[in-house]
């Protein structure tokens, strides 16, 4: 097995401030997605999107996720223990966000500024989903660093021992760096080589809900169910399956209807 590299959470302490990795994250894959945005932008001037377009979607869409990603959290995962600590809902520094409520979260600030530039819903998707897979990539490598969400028991040559007392001492799938893999590196590749040509409207769209859905659903197959809630049937279905289950059923049809408005 590999020896899991012991990495402080906190990157940075300056007195009583502490800078943790788990932040730096969700700026890095914020400016990152900023930056591929922008230069898709000026390359394709045609589309009608500006620097300043840019900068709105991606103000919109960060406040969405942050919000999002903690809301869903407390509702999809841990809502008691979060009913008995009000207060605990405020710290996101410590973790604790969920992607499918981020994915809400800012798909709704999306329709909001939508509305505002009176562009379509799907039109701004489209432009924005290449970009979303950074902020994943992201995101788990954080979950990585605070040895969080690790897998299940493992055998494998590059199976870890994560330090937290409950991982049990025993080796572990690193499940946060297939996602980061998979969710993060390869979604991105292929949504940005899709995209770089002209597609039907919803394409994009459809294209990374069904990526994304089928790169979570396999991993959720070596990923550790969190321990307040376990497998929810047949000793494999865990929530992660039944929060992803939607995302490929929409994207496949997207996908679909998008090609067929286009025939």
């Known amino acids: 097995m590999l020896t899991y590299p012991q990495i402080d959470p906190i990157a940075l302490a300056l007195g009583p401030l502490k800078i943790r990795w788990y932040g730096i994250s969700y700026v ?40 999002g990603g903690r809301i869903g959290s407390v509702l999809f995962y841990n809502l008691p223990y979060y009913l008995a600590n009000p207060f605990d809902i405020l710290k996101i520094w410590q973790g604790g966000m969920s992607f499918h409520g981020g994915l809400i ?6 329709w909001i500024y939508g509305n505002k530039i009176n562009r379509g819903f799907f039109e701004i998707t489209d432009f ?10 992201f995101g788990r490598i954080a979950n990585f660093i605070n040895g969080e969400l690790w897998g299940a028991p ?9 330090p937290d007392p409950n991982a049990g001492g025993i080796p572990r799938h690193p499940s946060q760096l297939y996602e980061a893999l998979l969710e993060g590196l390869v979604l991105f590749v292929i ?12 394409a994009v769209s459809g294209l ?11 991993v959720e197959f070596v990923r550790e169910p969190d321990a307040h809630i376990g497998y929810l049937s047949f000793n494999w279905l865990t929530m992660g399956h039944i929060l992803t289950l939607p995302m490929i059923i ?7 209807l998008a090609y067929r408005k286009k025939t």
């Open 105 to 110: 979260g800012g798909l709704l600030a999306v």
């Open 154 to 162: 493992s055998t494998l040559p590059w199976a870890m021992v994560f």
């Open 28 to 67: 890095a894959g914020i400016l990152l997605a900023w930056w591929l945005l922008r230069y898709r932008a000026l390359k394709h001037p045609q589309q009608g999107w500006t620097s300043d377009h840019v900068g709105d979607l991606i103000f919109y869409g960060a406040v969405g996720l942050i919000i």
């Open 128 to 137: 924005m989903a290449p970009a979303v897979p950074v902020g994943l990539f």
């Open 191 to 202: 949504l940005w080589l899709y995209s770089a040509k002209p597609r039907p409207t919803m």
């Open 250 to 256: 929409l994207g496949a049809a997207l996908l679909l």
């Open 208 to 218: 990374y809900l069904l990526g994304y859905g089928v790169f979570r659903s396999a």
